[in-house]
């Protein structure tokens, strides 16, 4: 592949960074959830392998298609890795590393590392750009976006709000 891909992040987090709690996101926001979509679909993505599955399962369940991307899967143990696969471009790798290497072979445009708090947490020193979703408010969490205090410039900025949350989506480079 000839064109080397912008590298991001893509992360939901309230005012604490928390973005998780007992395996599922504290809050349910759709316009947050078709900006994910919007953004991903057609590029390619890096979940963690908890993220990963529970994803699977919402899709299983829900019986509705996953988006069509390029799906990497960092896992230290392939045993670990629930069965069955809703999208056909699906990579198994065993380090952040390893994704990011074969994201830049396989993706021309835009590479979204995606979650959990793990992925994020190795993830971040190979972030060119975040689209962060800051949401008002400090919820119950067990996973956390790492410090982000290096991404100084704020490409775009935009104050959102539904029925029951407050939240803005920020574009931030270093
Ligand atoms: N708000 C948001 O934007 C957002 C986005 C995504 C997820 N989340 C939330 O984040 C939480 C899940 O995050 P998490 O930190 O618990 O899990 P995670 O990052 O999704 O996945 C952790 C797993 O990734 C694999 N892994 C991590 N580092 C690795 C390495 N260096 N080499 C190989 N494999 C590695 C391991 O898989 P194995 O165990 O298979 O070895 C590990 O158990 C959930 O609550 C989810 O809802 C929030």
Do not use: C
Not at 14 to 37: A, C, M, Q, S, T
Not at 115 to 143: C, H, P, R, W
């Amino acid at each position: 592949m000839d064109k080397i891909p912008t590298i991001s992040i893509v992360a939901a987090m309230d005012e604490n960074r928390g973005i998780g709690y007992h395996g599922k996101i504290p809050w349910h926001i759709r316009e947050d959830l078709l900006r994910f979509k919007n953004l991903t679909v057609g590029k390619t993505v890096i979940f963690g392998r908890k993220t990963y599955d529970s994803l699977l399962g919402y899709y299983q369940r829900s019986g509705r298609p996953m988006p069509t991307r390029r799906t990497i899967v960092v896992s230290r143990s392939s045993g670990s890795i629930a069965s069955g696969s809703l999208t056909k471009d699906l990579y198994y790798v065993s380090s952040v590393e390893e994704a990011i290497r074969l994201a830049k072979k396989i993706e021309p445009v835009e590479v979204f590392i995606s979650g959990g708090g793990e992925i994020f947490n190795q993830g971040i020193k190979y972030a060119e750009k975040l689209y962060l979703t800051v949401v008002e408010g400090k919820f119950q969490a067990d996973a956390f976006f790492p410090d982000y205090s290096e991404f100084k410039n704020i490409i775009s900025e935009e104050n959102r709000s539904d029925q029951n949350f407050k939240y803005k989506f920020v574009e931030l480079v270093k």
